[in-house]
């Protein structure tokens, strides 16, 4: 970090405990009082740092879901969609019920496949009409929770959940191994995994070259012999299938069962974090965490303090429009 | 299930379902004609259905209701405009900001008035109701104002060059403040037009996805205000034909209806986007997807 960077991101934290603080005022809670309340809640103990690190890790893969395609300049907001399609899909491959042993890996590959296909649909849009992947991505999100609303109500509802909407319960052989004694589970490592991974490649492969010219100048591609399309495809099936174990792995691994709306706009959050995040993957990791805290604060903090859960919500909106703000966090790879 | 039953008042029904967006619409319209593209527009409506829900249950007074989702919808929409205009942030990013920070002030606020009852705009003939033909009345005006007027022009040169407009005597920064204040002030309209009259009530995220849709329509419309009326009829239609199969028995689910608008309005999205090459929209505004 160089002496700018320092000073933006003096500058983040300051506007942020202002807004914050001026927030919480508002509402009638002490600034100070919340503000210490928020770390205890989400740091503070073993549980919830474990509580942390399980809301940070859907973020951390929409992130790196919407970072590929970034990449390449793509503006992709179809993380939530492909979260949501993932899910439906690796459900989809356990009510197809294989042998106990099979289940984990099917239910898991149908998740990716799934996230893939539904970010493949934009994707091929743009390839063959030019038709523009922030829009398409955006309605795309809504019609695949619905498509999920509509299982967990009609076809797939469990006989077992008592008129609650949802999926019959995932067994335990379909479940990512947990991590110690905490809820954690293995999802966290294969997204830090995947991670370091696609830092590598965008920053020592080839493929990470390629993109980088593609980005910076695409007229570049005829002449190197490069194909735009294919790389289009290419960011985009990866960035879903991404989103895609986010959401199989949220619902096999947490919530253990296929229910509507389950995801709290993680997608959201994943994009605006590796906006800020500059598409660069370390620093997108590090506001994920920062970001999974926030989100799993707001949990400890309605139960203990009795503040809405939905007053996070208008913190995390802040710290978001501090970060923006302030600036900076943006690098040259942000968009050519 | 018979079709007349099916179609009877459907006319009437999609200009209802559409007169929120549309006012959405036409707010989104001005915002990306000044060239900036505000994904927040959808938390912007949040608040203004909150604001406007809540000052109608509490003065019986739905006009006033609707003045005060303006207002705060515009609140919300300075935020952008700091963030966009002032810090130079990136559009799309900003935008989801202010979604997020909307969505999180409404819920907080209209934590309140979940299941509070209100009585809302006196209904007319054929089931319509006052804000209707304000979101209809505003369409001309718009287009007139826009097409026919010197602060029109001005509007559309700074979206068109931001250079040139400054050279000819404009200052662009404060027309894409106002342009996008004018988005802020009619997403709240449409946000207050939906929970006051359209639905009568107040949920959490109740608009769906409405104002998102509203900026992609924009694209359909080619930032044309007199096309926003056909592109929200679109919506309306498909929303109201979904909501009638539903009633009507129809063999397919209503969640799987309900995705009908969204198809719908892609679909439209799609084949004009592939026909008109992505031209036709105010170059300034091309430049932030351009790549």
């Not at chain 1, 926030?294 to 809405?308: F, R």
């Amino acid at each position: 970090m160089n002496g700018t960077q320092l000073q933006r991101a003096g500058l983040a934290i300051a506007a942020f405990a202002a807004l914050a603080g001026g927030f919480f005022g508002l509402i009638g809670r002490g600034p100070l009082e919340m503000l210490q309340a928020i770390v205890m809640a989400a740091a503070g103990s073993r549980y919830a740092v474990g509580e942390s690190l399980l809301r940070a890790t859907p973020i951390l893969l929409c992130a790196l879901a919407t970072l590929v395609p970034a990449r390449l300049g793509l503006v992709s907001v179809g993380a939530e969609g492909q979260l949501y399609f993932g899910a439906l899909v690796g459900t989809g491959a356990l009510l197809l019920a294989p042998a106990p042993s099979l289940q984990l890996p099917v239910v898991l590959l149908g998740g990716l496949v799934g996230g893939a296909v539904w970010a493949l649909l934009p994707a091929l849009l743009r390839v063959v009409a030019d038709v523009n992947e922030t829009i398409s991505t955006l309605m795309l999100n809504y019609v695949a929770s619905l498509l999920v609303t509509w299982l967990v109500y009609g076809p797939w509802k469990s006989p077992q959940s008592q008129g609650w909407p949802a999926s019959i319960e995932f067994p335990d052989s379909a479940r990512l191994p947990l991590l110690g004694d905490s809820r954690v589970h293995a999802g966290l490592l294969v997204a830090l995994v995947m991670g370091i991974v696609l830092h590598l490649l965008f920053t020592r492969s080839r493929w990470g070259l390629v993109l980088d010219v593609l980005r910076s100048n695409p007229r570049l591609a005829p002449l190197a012999g490069l194909s735009i399309a294919r790389q289009v495809l290419l960011t985009m099936a990866i960035g879903g299938a991404l989103a895609g174990l986010a959401g199989i792995a949220e619902t096999a691994s947490v919530q253990g069962r296929l229910q509507a709306a389950f995801a709290n706009g993680a997608g959201l959050s994943g994009f605006l974090v590796a906006w800020l995040a500059g598409s660069r993957v370390l620093p997108a990791m590090a506001l994920a965490l920062l970001v999974g805290g926030l989100l799993a604060a707001g949990d400890g903090l309605q139960m203990m303090t009795s503040v809405p859960s939905s007053a996070v919500l208008v913190v995390q909106g802040l710290m978001f429009v501090a970060l923006l703000g302030a600036g900076g966090w943006r690098s040259e790879v942000a968009r050519g | 299930m018979a079709d007349t039953s099916l179609l009877q008042g459907l006319p009437a029904s999609a200009l209802r379902s559409a007169a929120p967006l549309l006012l959405v619409l036409l707010g989104e319209c001005l915002t990306q004609r000044v060239g900036r593209i505000n994904l927040g527009v959808e938390g912007q409506m949040l608040v203004g259905a909150v604001a406007g829900y809540g000052v109608t249950a509490l003065s019986g007074e739905p006009w006033l209701g609707m003045a005060a989702g303006a207002a705060a919808a515009a609140l919300l929409s300075a935020v952008y405009a700091l963030l966009t205009v002032a810090a130079r942030a990136d559009q799309f990013a900003s935008g989801l900001a202010v979604w997020m920070l909307g969505l999180g002030a409404s819920a907080y606020a209209g934590s309140g008035l979940v299941g509070l009852r209100i009585e809302g705009f006196a209904v007319g003939a054929a089931g319509l109701t006052p804000t209707l033909w304000l979101a209809v009345a505003l369409v001309p005006l718009v287009a007139l104002w826009l097409y026919g007027t010197r602060t029109g022009l001005a509007w559309r040169a700074v979206g068109e060059s931001p250079g040139a407009a400054r050279a000819a005597g404009i200052t662009p920064w404060r027309v894409i403040v106002a342009g996008i204040a004018a988005g802020g002030l009619l997403s709240g309209l449409g946000g207050a037009a939906l929970s006051i009259d359209h639905t009568r009530s107040w949920a959490e995220g109740m608009t769906a996805g409405r104002g998102l849709t509203a900026v992609g329509l924009v694209i359909v419309a080619r930032w044309n205000p007199w096309l926003t009326l056909p592109a929200a009829l679109l919506f309306g239609l498909a929303e109201a034909l979904s909501l009638r199969l539903q009633a009507g028995g129809s063999a397919v689910p209503a969640h799987l209806l309900h995705t009908l608008p969204y198809i719908a309005s892609l679909a439209v999205f799609a084949v004009t986007c592939a026909r008109l090459e992505g031209g036709g929209g105010p170059a300034a505004l091309r430049a932030v997807f351009a790549r």
